[in-house]
């Protein structure tokens, strides 16, 4: 396909580009997680100039549809994620029901004293031991998510080097014995995402995040951990479901 309209504005221009690309990744010619073509064969492609490329390929990133990663080049974003918010909340269970594979990294595990937050949350003494555990999740080769976890350092010793392991939070508390376990409270905000997170989630500065803080419990009723859970806002759709 070529695009031969020089007398058209470089708006138009990049536009035109932007819509021919959005409507490959519609009829499969680029399908979900590829690598586009590089810019230079994007421009002889439709006959402008890189300039007018980037311009395409940065609409079509803010609006979701592509993602560029640093030293790669820009693939095809995969359909949002329905992410249902319900009593019941499992990462690993959201992603696989989606046909897509699950998967966690480990990017930090200490132990720092309860504040006085942490220890009314998870029914604790303010200065009890907790475990602090901060992981990248992702849905295929896609980062959905950065998740700090709070939970008490005495009651799941060695947590961090169990999801280093497991890579899942649920194999976690299954190794303690715990096999099942409910939402007690959910509060999403939005924000920008701050510089960190945005080089692990491969998302550019200024881009906007849900943020999810929840608390659990276990079986009887008590705490069981809290999260403080970053999403990127153009790869997942909440579900509130009342169940």
Same mark, same amino acid.
């Given at each position: 396909?070529?695009?031969?309209?020089?007398?058209?504005? %470089?708006?138009?221009?990049?536009?035109?580009?932007?819509?021919?690309?959005?409507?490959?990744?519609?009829?499969?010619?680029?399908?979900?997680?590829?690598?586009?073509?590089?810019?230079?064969?994007?421009?002889?492609?439709?006959?402008?100039?890189?300039?007018?490329?980037?311009?395409?390929?940065?609409?079509?990133?803010?609006?979701?549809?592509?993602?560029?990663?640093? %030293?790669?080049?820009?693939?095809?974003?995969?359909?949002?994620?329905?992410?249902?918010?319900?009593?019941?909340?499992?990462?690993?269970?959201?992603?696989?029901?989606?046909?897509?594979?699950?998967?966690?990294?480990?990017?930090?595990?200490?132990?720092?004293?309860?504040?006085?937050?942490?220890?009314?949350?998870?029914?604790?003494?303010?200065?009890?031991?907790?475990?602090?555990?901060?992981?990248? !999740?992702?849905?295929?080769?896609?980062?959905?998510?950065?998740?700090?976890?709070?939970?008490?350092?005495?009651?799941?010793?060695?947590?961090?080097?169990?999801?280093?392991?497991?890579?899942?939070?649920?194999?976690?508390?299954?190794?303690?014995?715990?096999?099942?376990?409910?939402?007690?409270?959910? !509060?999403?905000?939005?924000?920008?995402?701050?510089?960190?997170?945005?080089?692990?989630?491969?998302?550019?500065?200024?881009?906007?995040?849900?943020?999810?803080?929840?608390?659990?419990?276990?079986?009887?009723?008590?705490?069981?951990?809290?999260?403080?859970?970053?999403?990127?806002?153009?790869?997942?759709?909440?579900?509130?479901?009342?169940?």
């Amino acid at each position: 396909m070529t695009m031969t309209d020089t007398t058209a504005s %470089g708006v138009a221009l990049w536009r035109r580009v932007a819509d021919a690309i959005e409507r490959g990744i519609a009829d499969g010619t680029y399908p979900a997680g590829e690598r586009l073509p590089g810019e230079m064969e994007i421009a002889e492609a439709y006959r402008v100039n890189r300039h007018t490329v980037r311009r395409a390929l940065a609409a079509l990133a803010e609006r979701g549809f592509v993602r560029a990663e640093r %030293g790669s080049g820009t693939y095809v974003e995969a359909p949002r994620l329905a992410y249902p918010l319900r009593s019941r909340t499992r990462f690993s269970e959201i992603v696989g029901a989606g046909g897509r594979e699950p998967r966690g990294q480990l990017i930090s595990a200490t132990i720092e004293p309860a504040t006085r937050e942490f220890a009314k949350l998870l029914g604790l003494k303010a200065g009890a031991p907790l475990a602090r555990i901060e992981g990248l !999740r992702f849905a295929d080769q896609t980062p959905i998510c950065i998740g700090t976890t709070w939970l008490s350092a005495d009651r799941f010793p060695d947590a961090g080097a169990l999801y280093e392991r497991m890579r899942s939070m649920t194999k976690v508390l299954a190794h303690f014995g715990i096999r099942d376990y409910r939402r007690a409270s959910t !509060r999403v905000t939005a924000a920008i995402v701050d510089a960190a997170d945005a080089a692990r989630l491969d998302l550019d500065l200024g881009r906007p995040i849900l943020i999810v803080d929840s608390t659990d419990l276990d079986g009887e009723g008590k705490p069981l951990l809290t999260s403080h859970s970053r999403f990127v806002a153009e790869r997942v759709e909440f579900l509130v479901e009342n169940t």
